[in-house]
């Protein structure tokens, strides 16, 4: 268990480590200019400094990423389901989705502002826009390889279509699936910063960092950045978990043995007279 919880947390917190003092020792070393580069503890202090006006700013860059991210999963995971079982529309919608993501980002968002306004309602939308995509191809892939012979197992024994998707296609996705939700979540707060520059309607965790550009306030600069990018590893992390609590077969070859056969005591046989 220890051996496990190394290697899962001490091991990234280390690479954290090593990379803030690089990021230290290059600036050190080079001398490099406080407007250039901040160290990093002038960075974090600079974010401590203004957190009373950027904590707002970071749970609505949240709420955009989690109402993007879970539109864009629900519609990814549905265009996925009906496109595996309806090949003739997978032919026809498939070349549409590659083509939708051909359209870069940040071209989208204006007309969305047009057609949305200003405000949350785009930036969400930017979000599930990037999501949905790899979620779709994910689960397509992951229903194309369902195992056929489970399927027609099931199907001799009785069950209905529904309980074999349920029960055999549905667990035998879950891997593409996530991995689909992995990519999503490293850029759905890419999405939502995106949005905030284009379609925000006030202040935003985008536009503060714009602000402090303007003004030449390097440190906030890069202390918001960190900020984004803390964002992106929770949301990251969040995805991994949940992968973790809901697929506890990939992690055990064998089924456990149920608890009272641990625990049994090994009695000596009685001997004969």
């Given at each position: 268990?220890?051996?496990?919880?190394?290697?899962?947390?001490?091991?990234?917190?280390?690479?954290?480590?090593?990379?803030?003092?690089?990021?230290?020792?290059?600036?050190?070393?080079?001398?490099?200019?406080?407007?250039?580069?901040?160290?990093?503890?002038?960075?974090?202090?600079?974010?401590?400094?203004?957190?009373?006006?950027?904590?707002?700013l970071v749970l609505a860059t949240i709420r955009e990423t989690v109402y993007g991210f879970a539109c864009g999963t629900l519609l990814g995971l549905s265009l996925?389901?009906?496109?595996?079982?309806?090949?003739?529309?997978?032919?026809?919608?498939?070349?549409?989705?590659?083509?939708?993501?051909?359209?870069?980002?940040?071209?989208?968002?204006?007309?969305?502002?047009?057609?949305?306004?200003?405000?949350?309602?785009?930036?969400?939308?930017?979000?599930?826009?990037?999501?949905?995509?790899?979620?779709?191809?994910?689960?397509?892939?992951?229903?194309?390889?369902?195992?056929?012979?489970?399927?027609?197992?099931?199907?001799?024994?009785?069950?209905?279509?529904?309980?074999?998707?349920?029960?055999?296609?549905?667990?035998?996705?879950?891997?593409?699936?996530?991995?689909?939700?992995?990519?999503?979540?490293?850029?759905?707060?890419?999405?939502?910063?995106?949005?905030?520059?284009?379609?925000?309607?006030?202040?935003?965790?985008?536009?503060?960092?714009?602000?402090?550009?303007?003004?030449?306030?390097?440190?906030?600069?890069?202390?918001?950045?960190?900020?984004?990018?803390?964002?992106?590893?929770?949301?990251?992390?969040?995805?991994?978990?949940?992968?973790?609590?809901?697929?506890?077969?990939?992690?055990?070859?064998?089924?456990?043995?149920?608890?009272?056969?641990?625990?049994?005591?090994?009695?000596?046989?009685?001997?004969?007279?």
């Open positions: 268990m220890r051996r496990t919880l190394l290697r899962n947390v001490g091991i990234p917190l280390l690479s954290m480590v090593l990379l803030f003092a690089l990021w230290q020792g290059i600036v050190v070393f080079f001398n490099v200019a406080p407007y250039v580069a901040p160290r990093p503890l002038q960075a974090i202090q600079a974010v401590t400094r203004d957190w009373s006006s950027l904590w707002p996925g389901v009906i496109m595996a079982k309806v090949p003739f529309l997978q032919r026809m919608v498939y070349p549409v989705l590659v083509l939708s993501q051909a359209v870069p980002i940040i071209a989208l968002a204006a007309p969305l502002v047009l057609i949305l306004g200003f405000g949350g309602t785009p930036i969400v939308v930017i979000v599930a826009w990037i999501v949905f995509f790899p979620v779709t191809v994910n689960v397509l892939d992951g229903l194309s390889h369902v195992d056929q012979d489970l399927v027609n197992l099931a199907r001799v024994y009785g069950a209905s279509k529904w309980r074999t998707f349920i029960q055999i296609e549905i667990p035998a996705t879950t891997t593409s699936l996530f991995s689909g939700l992995k990519i999503g979540a490293t850029y759905a707060v890419t999405g939502a910063i995106i949005g905030e520059l284009v379609a925000s309607n006030g202040l935003s965790l985008a536009i503060y960092q714009e602000h402090a550009d303007s003004n030449f306030n390097t440190a906030a600069v890069y202390g918001t950045t960190m900020l984004m990018t803390a964002i992106g590893i929770s949301w990251f992390l969040l995805v991994v978990g949940t992968e973790v609590l809901v697929t506890p077969w990939q992690r055990r070859s064998v089924a456990r043995r149920p608890l009272f056969h641990r625990r049994a005591a090994v009695v000596p046989p009685t001997s004969q007279h």
